[in-house]
């Protein structure tokens, strides 16, 4: 059974820094991608960063500059450090996992909560 387990989620002032974990278990076939998507109440859950199995990543226009992905793939977990944090950034973040064959998974997502 696949597992994502996110963590790193929480509450802090505009300007600081998070980061979120998110580690995958019983994933069978090889991961092509890892990412961070977050849905702000009410809105629509919207791509934050990704990463491919090779390194290349992919930003939100809103994160460039402030946000980094990176990965374990030994570990199967994908990390995002997150600098200067806005409160346009408070939001559930979810952890999403693609594989071979088309296998999509998500986590069940974490909060972060960023205070004027």
């Known amino acids: 059974q696949v597992q994502l387990v996110e963590s790193g989620g929480g509450l802090v002032q505009a300007g600081g820094s998070l980061r979120l974990s998110c580690a995958a278990s019983?994933?069978?076939?090889?991961?092509?991608?890892m990412g961070w998507y977050r849905q702000a109440p009410g809105m629509q859950r919207d791509l934050v960063a990704d990463i491919t199995s090779r390194g290349s990543t992919n930003y939100a226009d809103s994160v460039k500059g402030r946000f980094t992905i990176s990965s374990d793939n030994a570990k199967n977990t994908v990390y995002l450090q997150m600098n200067s944090l806005k409160p346009e950034d408070t939001a559930v973040y979810y952890c999403?996992?693609?594989?071979?064959?088309?296998?999509?998974?998500w986590g069940k997502g974490t909060l972060v909560t960023v205070s004027s």
């Open positions: 019983g994933i069978l076939f090889r991961i092509n991608h």
């Open positions: 999403n996992v693609g594989t071979l064959f088309g296998g999509d998974y």
